[in-house]
């Protein structure tokens, strides 16, 4: 009987595991419970350090598949209700994704397992470095998906003060590394090891100094104010199955039209696509008249419409114009889209047969540069961004090298309608609060469903509108210029410092490893 409990055990223990990966995923929604995401790692830890390299790794993967699932989950509906795709082939698809993804930890867990030895500090450190290669990996490589990144959990917690010194992936190994600590010792008490005081009261105390520093830190402005701006964020709530179509085209553009009219800030900014059409299927009048408003003095226009023709391709783009830009050849600034969706704005290679079974406009999109340059209004420089970019920090921080030229206001213009009445939205808006407590930059953040919102330099939300509704947000947002220490070595270095640290760490273990 000892042995059959024993087999259920082991049995039941992956999917215990991805039912607490998949659970955690809650703390990316409400992220006031920040410091329960690094609860659930160190339940992950804890079993790592009793386990094999190979067991090791299937919990990881477990986890990390449970995790992935249900913090994605809304990919269904994009593949589904709006791609037509059967409902099995599309919960399928999200699941091999998860668990495609799910294999960068349970390579780092198994790599835990075999280089662990004894003693919690080593234990933590060999954890947090795994972790970070781990999240480095799924969010860089095969042009990365960082969503859900462990760090955004923490945005609202005290742990959020290490974000611009660290980034989001350095706010992950922290997370856990401390998660490493709280496993380890639970493990020691486990096997008797120490007394209990002994045991708890490191990661504890180590638990308690971090977020003490991080309160400290999170005080520290690297950033100085620069002007004032009032600016008015559309979001048309279009419904998703209507706003390609050329039934209700006509509707969408009057009613664009009107939304653009009735703004009153010096800025407006209007989502991705507002305008879904290229600008040789308008009629010239239309763009006549939206332009009119913001050709003159102290008023300026950003939003998103598709640009390109057969011969040169296509680009997922913005416009930006003011006074300023009326008098140059193209008569407009433009943002093309540098970090391009998978499946959505390019398709990869070998899969052209998956999206052809789909309903949805996708596409091959040619890639903006890296490093466009920012929009000038009224002394502000004001930098675009597109939907899914703003996951891509290390990418955001390359626009501000040199330090002159740095954008003062950031800009993500999005339609996530594709994902329905999803976490997603919740999702995106944090991630996007995450990027300005990195960067110390306001976000203004114009979409077609929501979360229309204004974010300042601090990761707060100062105004918003509800989702899935039709509105123009009236708002004042204050620019910012200077640099955080995540600007200056991402911005030139991108992610390689963490990569050779991560790395680094895992070599030091690997080599000093017990007999």
Not at 379 to 391: M, T, V
Request: charged share 15%; hydrophobic share 50%.
């Amino acid at each position: 009987m000892t042995g059959v409990r024993r087999t259920a055990r082991s049995a039941l223990e992956p999917v215990l595991l991805a039912a607490l990966g998949a659970l955690h995923t809650l703390v990316f929604v409400e992220t006031a419970f920040g410091l329960a995401q690094i609860g659930a790692v160190a339940l992950l830890a804890w079993r790592v350090a009793l386990a094999a390299p190979r067991r090791a790794a299937l919990l990881g993967f477990a986890f990390g598949t449970g995790w992935l699932c249900a913090g994605t989950w809304w990919l269904f509906v994009s593949m589904h209700r709006y791609g037509g795709l059967p409902a099995w082939m599309a919960a399928l698809a999200v699941l091999c994704l998860a668990a495609v993804l799910s294999l960068y930890l349970a390579a780092a867990m198994a790599a835990v397992a075999r280089w662990r030895g004894t003693g919690v500090l080593r234990f933590a450190l060999l954890f947090a470095a795994a972790w970070l290669l781990a999240e480095l990996a799924r969010g860089v490589l095969f042009t990365g998906f960082p969503w859900l990144a462990s760090g955004y959990a923490q945005v609202d917690s005290p742990l959020a003060g290490f974000a611009p010194w660290v980034g989001v992936y350095g706010m992950g190994a922290l997370a856990a590394g401390l998660a490493g600590a709280l496993g380890a010792s639970v493990a020691g008490l486990a096997r008797a090891e120490v007394g209990r005081a002994r045991v708890l009261a490191p990661p504890a105390l180590a638990l308690g100094a971090a977020l003490v520093a991080g309160a400290v830190l999170g005080r520290q402005d690297f950033t100085q104010p620069t002007g004032t701006l009032s600016v008015s964020l559309l979001q048309g709530n279009v419904p998703q199955d209507e706003k390609f179509s050329a039934r209700y085209v006509p509707e969408a553009l009057a009613g664009t039209a009107a939304q653009f009219a009735a703004a009153r800030g010096q800025l407006v900014v209007g989502p991705e696509t507002v305008i879904p059409l290229l600008p040789s299927q308008l009629d010239p009048e239309y763009m006549q008249a939206l332009r009119a408003p913001f050709v003159r003095p102290g008023r300026a226009a950003v939003f998103g419409i598709p640009l390109g023709d057969p011969a040169s391709g296509y680009t997922n783009s913005a416009l930006g114009i003011s006074a300023g830009t009326a008098a140059t050849a193209a008569g407009a600034y433009r943002y093309d889209k540098h970090h391009l969706v998978p499946f959505g704005e390019f398709i990869p290679l070998g899969f052209r047969w998956f999206t052809r079974m789909m309903n949805i406009p996708l596409g091959d999109f040619n890639r903006g540069p890296e490093t466009a340059p920012s929009f000038p209004f009224l002394g502000e420089r004001i930098a675009p961004n597109i939907c899914y970019e703003d996951l891509f920090g290390e990418e955001l921080a390359a626009r501000f090298v040199p330090a002159a030229e740095a954008p003062t206001i950031l800009a993500n213009i999005s339609n996530i309608g594709w994902f329905g009445r999803t976490v997603a939205l919740d999702q995106h808006l944090h991630i996007s609060r995450l990027r300005s407590l990195e960067l110390q930059r306001p976000m203004l953040r114009a979409t077609n469903t929501g979360t229309t919102a204004v974010i300042d330099h601090r990761g707060a939300v100062t105004h918003s509108l509800p989702v899935h509704t039709r509105g123009v947000l009236e708002a004042t947002v204050q620019g910012r210029t200077g640099n955080t220490p995540f600007t200056d070595w991402a911005g030139r270095f991108g992610l390689w410092p963490l990569w050779a640290i991560g790395v680094a760490t895992l070599v030091f273990f690997a080599r000093r490893r017990p007999a």
